[in-house]
């Protein structure tokens, strides 16, 4: 987002809402923000749950190797019959008993389905664990955008500090000038360009303020933290001793943990079971049976017998889809045309895995050298606001002089900020890709 957008919004939110009323501060560590978001996150709910739902379908699929059994009763009213020759001639009525009944119970016990139970057991399970690697995923997103928000809510502090500083600084230049210029060594455009210099940085100090609130609100949100609460960075986190691996360690490191590899992993598993489920369909299934039956009346006799007629039996029962000979055939090579896909999408997926992660390890290295840079250059900043301020007093400098030596000061000073962040920011950004944030 352009940054000078987003000031001139936050400014123009503030001078037409108010500010944001503030309840408690405290320090929390971006790990512990991390811990808050895991139980708390509401962008993080769906997915989880989503992980749970595809468990279940795992219990579902299991149920397949449970026996089969159906019962049925049925009660009816039947109407008298007649008889004829066969020409339809020589009427005669054929009185029937009225009140007809039928019970059955039956039972099958699959034995062998050409795998299909077995292969929808495994799809299951291996669709549960993409729900698990989908969950990671989201999971990793979600705190690599936490971590955009803390480390933009230490920048802007630190961009507080030294704007404050600086303000300080103006106003000691300004209360000299001013003494000066009753002393008529100083002119009074000098005094208006120094007060501007000092409107500026207080606008620029209300933008940051507003910056602060915005990035602290969208920080509790995501991580679920209480409403107004004010999160103050942990001051300790520049200091910690970061590694410098080489891209090869941090690569292998994506191999083995990158969500986005192991979903596409899985999707090619899934894919693959997929395709064997379907050529299950041209396997024959065998179940053991057993049933139980109770008619009445007894309608196959003439005349009809009014009783019960109850039998009972046990068998194997075989059944082969003869159609799917020629039906599977178009299923299978479909089955075959997207496990192809999820090899391509796992190679496509590992390339811009391996590319994000030599880009942020470059980056990573760069931001020290960028660190070694800016301090340097506030070093030198420093020194050329001394010796100008100490020139401008001896009246061998000019105002503008001055002004450009306070800006250069303060440019420095903020690169210098944003140096020390991006170091932590493209440590995280690696910890994000390889999966292991």
């Known amino acids: 987002m352009n940054n000078l957008r987003l000031l001139t919004g936050l400014l123009s939110i503030v001078l037409s809402g108010g500010g944001v009323c503030a309840y408690g501060q405290s320090v929390i560590t971006l790990e512990e923000i991390f811990e808050t978001a895991e139980t708390n996150s509401i962008q993080l709910r769906p997915s989880i749950t989503a992980q749970t739902e595809a468990e279940r379908e795992i219990s579902v699929a299991r149920a397949g190797r449970l026996p089969d059994i159906n019962a049925s009763l049925s009660l009816s009213y039947i ?32 034995v062998y389905t050409g795998g299909a139970v077995t292969s929808a057991i495994e799809l299951a399970e291996l669709k549960s664990t993409a729900a698990r690697y989908a969950t990671d995923f989201q999971r990793d997103n979600i705190r690599f955008q936490l971590t955009g928000f803390y480390l933009d809510i230490y920048k802007y502090n630190n961009l507080k500090t030294v704007v404050e500083g600086n303000i300080a600084a103006a106003q000691k230049v300004l209360h000299e000038m001013n003494a000066r210029y009753e002393q008529g060594t100083a002119l009074q455009n000098d005094i208006t360009r120094y007060e501007l210099l000092v409107s500026n940085l207080e606008l620029q100090l209300v933008r940051i303020n507003n910056t602060i609130d915005i990035l602290n609100t969208n920080l509790i949100t995501a991580a679920g933290l209480p409403d107004g609460t004010i999160v103050i960075p942990d001051s300790t986190i520049l200091a910690r001793s970061l590694p410098k691996d080489n891209a090869a360690w941090w690569q292998a490191e994506a191999e083995a943990n990158s969500p986005s590899l192991s979903l596409a992993r899985s999707g090619v598993d899934i894919s693959r079971k997929a395709e064997s489920l379907v050529r299950s369909e041209r396997l024959p299934k065998i179940g053991l049976q057993a049933g139980w039956s109770m008619d009445g009346p007894i309608l196959v006799e003439v005349p009809p017998i009014n009783r019960n007629l109850s039998y009972w039996y046990v068998g194997v029962g075989i059944s082969y889809n003869i159609s799917s000979l020629y039906k599977s055939n178009k299923s299978l090579s479909r089955s075959r ?88 920011y493209y440590y995280y950004k690696l910890l994000f890709t390889t999966g292991k944030i």
């Open 79 to 110: 109407g008298d019959g007649f008889t004829t020759k066969r020409n339809f001639s020589d009427y005669q009525k054929a009185p029937i008993p009225h009140f007809g009944n039928a019970l059955s119970l039956s039972i099958t016990q699959p």
């Open 337 to 424: 045309a997207a496990t192809q896909r999820s090899i391509e999408q796992l190679d496509a997926t590992r390339e811009n895995v391996n590319l994000a992660v030599n880009a942020d390890h470059v980056r990573y290295l760069e931001a020290y050298e960028e660190l070694k840079t800016r301090q340097k250059s506030v070093e030198l900043a420093e020194r050329n606001y001394r010796t100008t301020s100490t020139r401008y007093s001896a009246d061998m400098a000019l105002i503008t002089d001055m002004l450009d030596a306070a800006n250069s000061k303060l440019d420095a000073e903020q690169q210098l900020v944003n140096a020390r962040i991006n170091i932590i």
